[in-house]
């Protein structure tokens, strides 16, 4: 971690931090007066229908969108007041994985892991990387991980959807942030792929102790791999609880109160 960021991290500090957040896109409302904290350690589901705002919510967390009111705390900084520089520096620390897994199809699957370095890396030193693959134990023990070490060189557009997923996985392993967001991580996989790639996102932060905070639209995988459970509707928190005290009823609100 950077210098900078770590004196800032201790045990009462939020990992993240919304207060009173509003997000416009146009005259549409995606998020609105949004006040959350996620601490060090939590996995956190966001559910509710589409456009219920958990998307836009995923991209506040990691700064690629500054709320239009409120205030977006990471790290014990806001976001809206750093320096570009210093932005980077706590974005290097918040790693996402999207449901589009944002690959390079037909690279190696060595050089899309090693993406994961660049935030620290040269623009010499990735480039040679492309020539002559660098790092490449800590590339083999990130696949390793996430249960496909052998498919170390082979062509990215060559893997199943599913494998695509480990590798988007393996990338932000590297990257070695202090929290892992997940933006619809499974919503192209079947039901087998899926169970696998919640099982190994969960491991992952029981393994490591990073922060997980990933958006879902399926409750059963919230309530099986995660601790806390928010539903988000019509750009509103309307529950924020344990996910052992989910009960029907909320979840019948959350999906059918308009209907």
Do not use: C
């Not at 590339?139 to 390793?144: E, P, R």
């Amino acid at each position: 971690m950077d210098s900078n960021l770590s004196g800032e991290m201790n045990s009462s500090l939020p990992i993240f931090e919304l207060k009173n957040v509003t997000q416009q896109f146009g005259s549409f409302q995606s998020l609105v007066d949004i006040n959350l904290q996620i601490q060090a350690g939590d996995r956190v589901a966001l559910v509710g229908s589409s456009g219920a705002g958990k998307s836009t919510l995923i991209s506040l967390l990691n700064g690629t969108l500054l709320p239009t009111q409120g205030e977006v705390w990471v790290l014990g900084r806001n976001l809206a007041q750093l320096r570009p520089k210093l932005l980077r520096q706590v974005q290097r620390q918040i790693g996402t994985v999207y449901q589009q897994f944002h690959l390079v199809d037909n690279l190696r699957v060595i050089h899309n892991v090693n993406a994961g370095h660049l935030g620290r890396w040269s623009f010499l030193k990735a480039a040679a990387s492309l020539m002559v693959p660098m790092d490449v134990e800590t590339a083999f023990k990130a696949l390793a991980q996430v249960g496909i070490p052998e498919k170390l060189y082979e062509r990215t557009d060559k893997l199943s959807g599913g494998q695509q997923q480990r590798v988007a996985i393996a990338r932000v392993l590297v990257q070695n942030p202090t929290a892992i967001l997940a933006d619809e991580p499974i919503s192209s996989l079947d039901p087998e792929r899926s169970r696998e790639i919640m099982d190994i996102l969960r491991q992952l932060s029981q393994d490591t102790g990073k922060t997980l905070v990933t958006s879902l639209h399926a409750i059963e995988f919230a309530r099986s791999h995660y601790q806390r459970i928010i539903g988000l509707r019509q750009g509103r928190i309307l529950f924020n609880t344990p996910a052992e005290a989910l009960s029907d009823s909320m979840i019948e609100e959350l999906y059918h109160l308009s209907r």
